[in-house]
């Protein structure tokens, strides 16, 4: 079962300008995290939000949470040529840390 | 380095031939995890274990083993591996539990024919 669903499916944008991509999930959850890929390579933790936090920040990277609304966004300022990568939320599902459930992912392509 | 390292990197195998993914940490994790992605679905569990000799199912779990025998390795098994089992697949592991960040191995691409 699909928990988390981003959006856009991909986003193409220039080099200087934000990208923003949202994740929507089903289940109540512990935390949510976000995660990118290099094309076919393995998934890199990018930052983690409690289900009790609105809003975090790690350098160019700022996530927000909304339980109310279940949904999650992700927004990275000043994007670069080597922010070209796909990007996925994944929670627990409300498992207590057992499962994850990954989203569909955005494609994100930065321009030069 | 800590790393999640799994092999083979690539395998091209034919329906029925049994085969097996190894999956190892070295980061003394407690929870690693098996998934499989496919194209527009993003990445689907197939298996998780939260410690030696305790695993469980994820989303998609047939047609594929696992065991957890030993705390560093996590090998994924395919008994007769069907056309279907064609995927990528990725080992992945955290200190805890799936609230934790994951450490994901560099993947192993599957054809069946």
């Known amino acids: 079962s699909q928990q988390g669903e981003e959006d856009p499916q991909a986003l193409s944008i220039q080099e200087g300008e934000n990208a923003t991509m949202n994740c929507s999930y089903k289940t109540s959850i512990n935390n949510l995290q976000w995660y990118r890929q290099n094309s076919g390579r393995g998934l890199v933790h990018l930052i983690l939000?409690?289900?009790?936090?609105r809003e975090k920040h790690s350098g160019r990277l700022r996530v927000t949470l909304d339980t109310s609304k279940k949904s999650s966004s992700l927004l990275i300022t000043a994007s670069r040529a080597a922010d070209t990568a796909s990007y996925f939320c994944a929670t627990d599902a409300g498992t207590g840390g057992f499962k994850t459930i990954f989203g569909a992912g955005t494609r994100l392509f930065v321009k030069a | 380095e800590a790393q999640v390292t799994q092999n083979p990197r690539y395998l091209i195998t034919v329906t029925g031939k049994k085969l097996t993914v190894t999956c190892s940490q070295n980061m003394n994790h407690e929870y690693m995890s098996w998934y499989r992605q496919d194209p527009g679905l993003g990445l689907r569990q197939i298996y998780y274990s939260m410690n030696v000799e305790v695993t469980d199912k994820g989303d998609v779990p047939e047609g594929y083993k696992v065991s957890r025998k030993e705390k560093r390795n996590f090998p994924l098994i395919l008994e007769s591996p069907s056309p279907n089992q064609t995927s990528l697949y990725f080992c992945a592991s955290s200190f805890g539990s799936s609230l934790d960040e994951q450490y994901f191995g560099p993947g192993t691409r599957l054809t069946v024919t």
């Open positions: 939000i409690r289900s009790n936090e």
